[in-house]
Protein backbone atom coordinates (compact mmCIF):
# COMPACT_ATOMS: atom_id res chain seq x y z
CA UNK A 1 0.00 0.00 0.00
CA UNK A 2 0.93 3.62 -0.50
CA UNK A 3 -0.20 7.03 0.36
CA UNK A 4 0.57 8.46 -3.61
CA UNK A 5 -1.58 8.09 -6.06
CA UNK A 6 -1.48 9.13 -9.76
CA UNK A 7 -4.19 8.98 -12.14
CA UNK A 8 -3.80 7.66 -15.54
CA UNK A 9 -5.90 8.06 -18.84
CA UNK A 10 -3.98 7.32 -22.19
CA UNK A 11 -5.39 6.90 -25.31
CA UNK A 12 -5.93 3.33 -25.88
CA UNK A 13 -6.51 3.23 -29.53
CA UNK A 14 -3.08 4.32 -30.00
CA UNK A 15 -0.49 1.31 -29.60
CA UNK A 16 2.06 3.82 -28.81
CA UNK A 17 -0.59 5.46 -25.30
CA UNK A 18 -0.78 1.46 -24.67
CA UNK A 19 3.32 0.42 -24.75
CA UNK A 20 3.85 4.57 -22.75
CA UNK A 21 1.23 3.27 -20.26
CA UNK A 22 2.72 -0.06 -19.60
CA UNK A 23 6.11 1.82 -19.01
CA UNK A 24 4.44 4.43 -16.54
CA UNK A 25 2.11 2.31 -14.71
CA UNK A 26 4.93 -0.30 -13.98
CA UNK A 27 7.92 2.58 -13.44
CA UNK A 28 5.35 4.42 -10.55
CA UNK A 29 4.62 1.44 -8.44
CA UNK A 30 8.10 -0.07 -9.00
CA UNK A 31 9.17 3.32 -7.32
CA UNK A 32 6.04 3.46 -4.66
CA UNK A 33 3.57 5.01 -6.20
CA UNK A 34 -0.31 4.06 -6.20
CA UNK A 35 -1.67 4.48 -9.93
CA UNK A 36 -5.52 4.22 -10.51
CA UNK A 37 -7.11 3.58 -14.03
CA UNK A 38 -10.42 3.52 -15.44
CA UNK A 39 -12.12 0.26 -15.16
CA UNK A 40 -13.57 0.64 -18.51
CA UNK A 41 -9.78 1.69 -19.87
CA UNK A 42 -8.03 -1.12 -18.22
CA UNK A 43 -8.92 -4.18 -20.20
CA UNK A 44 -7.13 -2.65 -23.17
CA UNK A 45 -4.16 -1.73 -20.97
CA UNK A 46 -1.17 -4.25 -20.01
CA UNK A 47 -1.46 -3.64 -16.50
CA UNK A 48 -0.08 -5.00 -13.60
CA UNK A 49 -2.64 -6.05 -10.91
CA UNK A 50 -1.13 -3.33 -8.33
CA UNK A 51 -3.31 -1.13 -10.74
CA UNK A 52 -6.31 0.11 -8.85
CA UNK A 53 -9.42 -0.05 -11.14
CA UNK A 54 -12.33 2.28 -10.67
CA UNK A 55 -15.46 3.07 -12.22
CA UNK A 56 -16.04 6.56 -13.47
CA UNK A 57 -18.28 8.54 -11.01
CA UNK A 58 -17.84 11.98 -9.11
CA UNK A 59 -14.81 10.95 -6.73
CA UNK A 60 -13.09 9.05 -9.40
CA UNK A 61 -9.90 11.01 -8.90
CA UNK A 62 -10.17 11.81 -4.80
CA UNK A 63 -6.85 11.60 -2.81
CA UNK A 64 -5.08 11.39 -6.50
CA UNK A 65 -2.02 14.53 -6.59
CA UNK A 66 -1.54 14.17 -9.98
CA UNK A 67 -3.30 13.22 -13.61
CA UNK A 68 -0.58 11.58 -16.24
CA UNK A 69 -2.81 11.91 -19.55
CA UNK A 70 -0.65 10.02 -22.40
CA UNK A 71 -2.25 10.80 -25.84
CA UNK A 72 -2.83 13.67 -28.70
CA UNK A 73 -4.85 16.90 -28.58
CA UNK A 74 -8.04 15.56 -27.65
CA UNK A 75 -7.04 12.67 -25.19
CA UNK A 76 -5.13 15.91 -23.06
CA UNK A 77 -8.58 17.95 -23.39
CA UNK A 78 -10.69 15.01 -22.07
CA UNK A 79 -8.21 15.10 -19.16
CA UNK A 80 -8.28 18.79 -19.01
CA UNK A 81 -12.05 17.55 -18.13
CA UNK A 82 -11.10 15.55 -15.49
CA UNK A 83 -8.36 18.14 -14.13
CA UNK A 84 -10.72 20.80 -13.91
CA UNK A 85 -13.54 19.08 -12.03
CA UNK A 86 -10.66 17.93 -9.07
CA UNK A 87 -8.50 20.68 -9.27
CA UNK A 88 -5.49 17.80 -9.50
CA UNK A 89 -2.63 18.87 -11.91
CA UNK A 90 -2.47 17.24 -15.28
CA UNK A 91 0.74 15.93 -16.79
CA UNK A 92 0.62 15.75 -20.12
CA UNK A 93 2.40 12.98 -22.62
CA UNK A 94 2.41 14.05 -25.85
CA UNK A 95 1.81 11.38 -28.43
CA UNK A 96 -0.28 12.94 -31.52
CA UNK A 97 1.48 15.59 -33.67
CA UNK A 98 1.40 19.03 -32.26
CA UNK A 99 0.16 18.70 -28.13
CA UNK A 100 0.15 22.55 -27.18
CA UNK A 101 -1.26 21.44 -23.77
CA UNK A 102 1.82 18.09 -23.74
CA UNK A 103 4.49 19.06 -21.02
CA UNK A 104 6.41 15.98 -22.43
CA UNK A 105 6.96 13.62 -25.60
CA UNK A 106 6.91 10.06 -26.03
CA UNK A 107 11.04 10.06 -25.77
CA UNK A 108 10.64 11.62 -22.00
CA UNK A 109 8.75 8.59 -20.30
CA UNK A 110 11.59 7.76 -18.04
CA UNK A 111 12.15 11.53 -17.10
CA UNK A 112 7.94 11.59 -16.39
CA UNK A 113 8.11 9.05 -13.98
CA UNK A 114 11.62 10.54 -12.29
CA UNK A 115 10.00 13.47 -11.85
CA UNK A 116 6.72 12.64 -10.50
CA UNK A 117 7.97 10.06 -8.25
CA UNK A 118 10.72 12.89 -6.99
CA UNK A 119 7.42 15.35 -6.96
CA UNK A 120 9.93 17.58 -9.24
CA UNK A 121 7.37 19.46 -11.10
CA UNK A 122 6.13 23.01 -10.82
CA UNK A 123 1.92 23.88 -11.49
CA UNK A 124 0.66 26.87 -13.23
CA UNK A 125 -2.98 27.56 -13.78
CA UNK A 126 -4.58 27.98 -17.50
CA UNK A 127 -7.19 30.55 -17.77
CA UNK A 128 -10.97 28.79 -18.92
CA UNK A 129 -14.11 30.07 -20.48
CA UNK A 130 -17.71 29.27 -18.69
CA UNK A 131 -20.67 29.21 -21.85
CA UNK A 132 -24.09 30.14 -21.73
CA UNK A 133 -26.88 29.38 -24.04
CA UNK A 134 -29.80 31.74 -24.07
CA UNK A 135 -32.87 31.41 -26.27
CA UNK A 136 -35.37 33.85 -26.55
CA UNK A 137 -34.30 35.33 -22.59
CA UNK A 138 -34.05 31.69 -21.23
CA UNK A 139 -30.81 30.32 -20.34
CA UNK A 140 -31.22 26.53 -22.04
CA UNK A 141 -26.99 25.44 -21.69
CA UNK A 142 -24.79 26.22 -19.61
CA UNK A 143 -20.89 25.05 -20.43
CA UNK A 144 -16.92 25.36 -20.44
CA UNK A 145 -13.88 25.05 -22.38
CA UNK A 146 -10.29 25.14 -22.01
CA UNK A 147 -9.40 26.41 -25.84
CA UNK A 148 -12.48 27.70 -27.65
CA UNK A 149 -15.77 27.88 -27.48
CA UNK A 150 -17.03 28.41 -31.50
CA UNK A 151 -20.33 29.10 -32.71
CA UNK A 152 -20.42 27.41 -36.28
CA UNK A 153 -22.97 26.76 -39.01
CA UNK A 154 -25.20 23.65 -39.21
CA UNK A 155 -25.36 23.69 -43.29
CA UNK A 156 -22.28 23.52 -44.99
CA UNK A 157 -24.15 25.40 -48.02
CA UNK A 158 -25.28 28.09 -46.11
CA UNK A 159 -23.35 30.67 -44.41
CA UNK A 160 -24.06 31.52 -40.49
CA UNK A 161 -25.92 35.67 -40.03
CA UNK A 162 -24.72 36.52 -36.89
CA UNK A 163 -23.59 39.62 -34.71
CA UNK A 164 -20.81 39.68 -32.12
CA UNK A 165 -20.78 41.80 -29.00
CA UNK A 166 -18.17 43.08 -26.33
CA UNK A 167 -19.75 44.25 -23.11
CA UNK A 168 -23.15 44.55 -24.04
CA UNK A 169 -22.42 46.54 -26.98
CA UNK A 170 -22.84 45.60 -30.99
CA UNK A 171 -19.76 45.11 -32.70
CA UNK A 172 -20.36 44.13 -36.27
CA UNK A 173 -23.16 41.76 -37.90
CA UNK A 174 -21.99 39.42 -40.80
CA UNK A 175 -22.26 36.05 -42.11
CA UNK A 176 -19.86 33.61 -41.77
CA UNK A 177 -18.64 30.26 -40.84
CA UNK A 178 -18.55 30.68 -37.60
CA UNK A 179 -16.97 32.16 -34.99
CA UNK A 180 -14.78 31.25 -32.24
CA UNK A 181 -14.39 32.93 -29.10
CA UNK A 182 -10.79 31.46 -27.30
CA UNK A 183 -8.56 31.81 -24.24
CA UNK A 184 -4.41 32.38 -24.43
CA UNK A 185 -4.61 28.68 -24.07
CA UNK A 186 -6.73 28.13 -26.95
CA UNK A 187 -4.93 30.82 -28.96
CA UNK A 188 -2.68 28.04 -30.79
CA UNK A 189 -5.77 25.77 -31.62
CA UNK A 190 -8.91 26.44 -33.39
CA UNK A 191 -8.50 29.81 -33.29
CA UNK A 192 -4.90 30.21 -34.99
CA UNK A 193 -6.45 28.21 -37.84
CA UNK A 194 -9.09 30.79 -38.30
CA UNK A 195 -6.29 33.42 -38.50
CA UNK A 196 -6.25 34.59 -34.37
CA UNK A 197 -3.36 35.94 -32.98
CA UNK A 198 -1.04 33.68 -30.73
CA UNK A 199 -1.33 34.93 -27.25
CA UNK A 200 1.23 34.11 -24.68
CA UNK A 201 -0.51 31.99 -21.89
CA UNK A 202 0.49 34.42 -19.35
CA UNK A 203 -1.45 37.76 -20.56
CA UNK A 204 -5.08 36.98 -19.53
CA UNK A 205 -7.48 38.06 -22.31
CA UNK A 206 -10.26 36.57 -24.11
CA UNK A 207 -10.46 36.28 -27.99
CA UNK A 208 -13.06 36.55 -30.41
CA UNK A 209 -11.95 35.61 -34.00
CA UNK A 210 -14.24 35.34 -37.38
CA UNK A 211 -14.60 32.35 -39.33
CA UNK A 212 -14.21 32.92 -43.47
CA UNK A 213 -16.65 36.05 -42.43
CA UNK A 214 -18.07 37.86 -45.72
CA UNK A 215 -17.59 41.25 -44.46
CA UNK A 216 -14.95 44.54 -44.25
CA UNK A 217 -15.15 44.64 -40.61
CA UNK A 218 -14.33 40.99 -39.26
CA UNK A 219 -10.62 40.92 -37.68
CA UNK A 220 -9.67 38.74 -34.68
CA UNK A 221 -10.16 41.08 -31.17
CA UNK A 222 -8.45 40.44 -28.29
CA UNK A 223 -10.04 41.58 -25.03
CA UNK A 224 -10.05 42.65 -21.21
CA UNK A 225 -10.20 38.62 -19.60
CA UNK A 226 -13.32 40.60 -17.92
CA UNK A 227 -15.16 41.35 -20.59
CA UNK A 228 -18.13 39.17 -21.65
CA UNK A 229 -18.12 38.18 -25.60
CA UNK A 230 -21.45 37.39 -27.19
CA UNK A 231 -21.97 35.66 -30.50
CA UNK A 232 -26.09 36.24 -31.71
CA UNK A 233 -27.62 34.08 -34.31
CA UNK A 234 -29.89 35.86 -36.20
CA UNK A 235 -33.37 35.10 -36.44
CA UNK A 236 -34.44 35.31 -39.63
CA UNK A 237 -31.26 33.37 -40.79
CA UNK A 238 -30.06 29.50 -40.32
CA UNK A 239 -29.12 27.70 -36.90
CA UNK A 240 -25.73 26.99 -36.07
CA UNK A 241 -24.04 24.86 -33.41
CA UNK A 242 -21.83 25.04 -29.95
CA UNK A 243 -18.82 23.62 -30.16
CA UNK A 244 -16.92 23.74 -27.01
CA UNK A 245 -13.03 22.45 -27.36
CA UNK A 246 -14.56 20.88 -30.44
CA UNK A 247 -15.37 17.79 -27.95
CA UNK A 248 -18.80 19.26 -26.68
CA UNK A 249 -21.96 20.13 -29.04
CA UNK A 250 -25.66 21.64 -29.00
CA UNK A 251 -27.89 22.77 -31.24
CA UNK A 252 -28.32 26.21 -32.01
CA UNK A 253 -31.53 27.77 -33.19
CA UNK A 254 -31.81 30.45 -35.22
CA UNK A 255 -32.22 33.74 -32.66
CA UNK A 256 -30.40 31.90 -29.81
CA UNK A 257 -27.34 33.78 -27.74
CA UNK A 258 -24.24 32.23 -26.73
CA UNK A 259 -22.30 34.32 -24.25
CA UNK A 260 -18.79 33.38 -23.25
CA UNK A 261 -17.18 34.96 -20.22
CA UNK A 262 -13.79 33.77 -17.88
CA UNK A 263 -14.25 30.64 -16.17
CA UNK A 264 -14.83 30.35 -12.51
CA UNK A 265 -12.78 27.28 -12.01
CA UNK A 266 -8.87 26.97 -14.35
CA UNK A 267 -7.22 24.23 -15.10
CA UNK A 268 -3.72 23.48 -13.44
CA UNK A 269 -1.02 22.01 -15.71
CA UNK A 270 1.71 19.99 -13.75
CA UNK A 271 4.74 21.68 -15.76
CA UNK A 272 8.68 19.87 -15.81
CA UNK A 273 10.43 22.53 -18.20
CA UNK A 274 11.38 26.20 -17.47
CA UNK A 275 11.60 26.60 -21.07
CA UNK A 276 9.89 30.11 -21.91
CA UNK A 277 6.75 29.50 -23.97
CA UNK A 278 8.71 31.16 -27.05
CA UNK A 279 11.21 27.99 -27.30
CA UNK A 280 7.61 26.03 -27.12
CA UNK A 281 5.88 28.32 -29.83
CA UNK A 282 9.14 27.26 -32.08
CA UNK A 283 9.87 23.77 -31.27
CA UNK A 284 5.98 22.77 -31.80
CA UNK A 285 5.14 24.55 -35.42
CA UNK A 286 8.69 23.94 -36.17
CA UNK A 287 9.43 27.85 -37.02
CA UNK A 288 12.76 28.68 -39.36
CA UNK A 289 15.53 29.83 -36.91
CA UNK A 290 18.43 30.31 -38.72
CA UNK A 291 20.12 33.31 -38.52
CA UNK A 292 19.03 34.47 -35.15
CA UNK A 293 22.00 36.20 -33.40
CA UNK A 294 20.68 37.22 -30.37
CA UNK A 295 19.98 39.99 -28.51
CA UNK A 296 23.29 42.40 -28.09
CA UNK A 297 25.89 42.47 -25.42
Not at 267 to 272: C, G, K, N, P, T
Amino acid sequence: MTDRTVFLLAHTGRPAAIRSAELVVRGLLRSGVGVRVLADEAADLPLPPEAELVEAGPGVMDDCELLIVLGGDGTLLRGAAFARKSGVPMLGVNLGRVGFLAEAERDDLDKVVDRVVTREYEVEERMTIDVLVRNEGRTVHTDWALNEASVEKAARERMLEVVTEVDGRPVSRFGCDGVVCATPTGSTAYAFSAGGPVVWPEVAALLMVPISAHALFAKPLVTSPDSVLAVEVQPTGQRGVLWCDGRRSVDLAAGARVEVRRGAVPVRLARLHHASFTDRLVAKFALPVAGWRGAPN
